[in-house]
Structure formats: structure tokens, C-alpha cells
């Protein structure tokens, strides 16, 4: 302890008080060190960031694959999801037990996710297969 720290001079850095316990973060802490509590604004948006970048990391695997890999990782996922419409789609068109509104509505639910996943698995082929003539033509 030095007797200079008695002087009322500025703090270096500028510090954040924990909102559950009082505890001084850095500023630029996203939760807090002793008590974990979520600090900034970045713990609550986090999971929307996380399924933006994951948005993104679909789109451009659709828009530019760069493997034979990912081609086949899209045809796995959205394959599966493809199946997943078709089966509720035919599911919802066979029951009745929810009545008309139901079966409609399980009908057009269905038919999306398989449009939905059509559209990625043909858009990926497309662009991976467009791509590689690119690259022949490059090489030529
Ligand atoms: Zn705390």
C-alpha cells in the first residue's frame, strides 16, 4: 500500500460494476468474474447472433462451396429435412383427426420445409458443379 494512492487522480481504465453482486469488471467483460452474471448486451443477443452466423455459414455454403464435402453435408442435412416435410406433409394429408384446418395447415408446413430444403440442396449443386467449370476453364 503507498500513500500515493491517496491521490484522487482518474482511473487508468474505466470499470463496470457487476449489476448482481458489485464486483469491477473490465469494461469490455461480457459476464461477470465472480458471480458469472451477463454484464453487456452481448450475453442476451448472443443466441441471435449465433443463429445469424449460422445463417450465414448455410448461405454461403449454398452460394460457394468449396468442397465435395460440404455439397454432401447439405445434401445430408437438408436432405433429412426434406424427408421430415415430406413424411408431415403426407402424415397431414392422411389424418383427418384435427379436421380440415389442421390437415391444411400441416400440408402447407410440410411442403415448405421440402421446398425450403430442395432449394438449398439444388442451389449448392448448382453453384459447386458451376464453380468447378471455373476452375477447368482457369486450368485450360
Ligand atoms: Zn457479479
Given at each position: 500500500?503507498?500513500?500515493?494512492?491517496?491521490?484522487?487522480?482518474?482511473?487508468?481504465?474505466?470499470?463496470?460494476?457487476?449489476?448482481?453482486?458489485?464486483?469491477?469488471?473490465?469494461?469490455?467483460?461480457?459476464f461477470c468474474v465472480k458471480c458469472g452474471a451477463p454484464l453487456s448486451s452481448f450475453s442476451m443477443i448472443a443466441p441471435f447472433e449465433r443463429l445469424f452466423a449460422e445463417g450465414f455459414i448455410y448461405r454461403q455454403a449454398a452460394d460457394r462451396p468449396?468442397?465435395?464435402?460440404?455439397?454432401?453435408?447439405?445434401?445430408?442435412?437438408?436432405?433429412?429435412?426434406?424427408?421430415?416435410?415430406?413424411?408431415?406433409?403426407?402424415?397431414?394429408?392422411?389424418?383427418?383427426?384435427?379436421?380440415?384446418?389442421?390437415?391444411?395447415?400441416?400440408?402447407?408446413?410440410?411442403?415448405?420445409?421440402?421446398?425450403?430444403?430442395?432449394?438449398?440442396?439444388?442451389?449448392?449443386?448448382?453453384?459447386?458443379?458451376?464453380?468447378?467449370?471455373?476452375?477447368?476453364?482457369?486450368?485450360?
Open positions: 500500500m503507498s500513500t500515493e494512492a491517496h491521490q484522487d487522480l482518474p482511473e487508468p481504465h474505466e470499470e463496470q460494476l457487476c449489476t448482481s453482486c458489485a464486483a469491477p469488471n473490465e469494461p469490455t467483460a461480457d468449396r468442397s465435395l464435402i460440404t455439397v454432401l453435408g447439405v445434401w445430408f442435412i437438408f436432405g433429412m429435412m426434406a424427408s421430415g416435410g415430406l413424411i408431415i406433409m403426407i402424415m397431414s394429408s392422411q389424418s383427418t383427426a384435427g379436421g380440415l384446418v389442421a390437415t391444411i395447415v400441416g400440408v402447407v408446413f410440410g411442403v415448405a420445409i421440402f421446398a425450403v430444403s430442395f432449394v438449398m440442396i439444388w442451389k449448392t449443386t448448382r453453384n459447386y458443379l458451376t464453380r468447378n467449370e471455373i476452375d477447368h476453364k482457369t486450368d485450360a
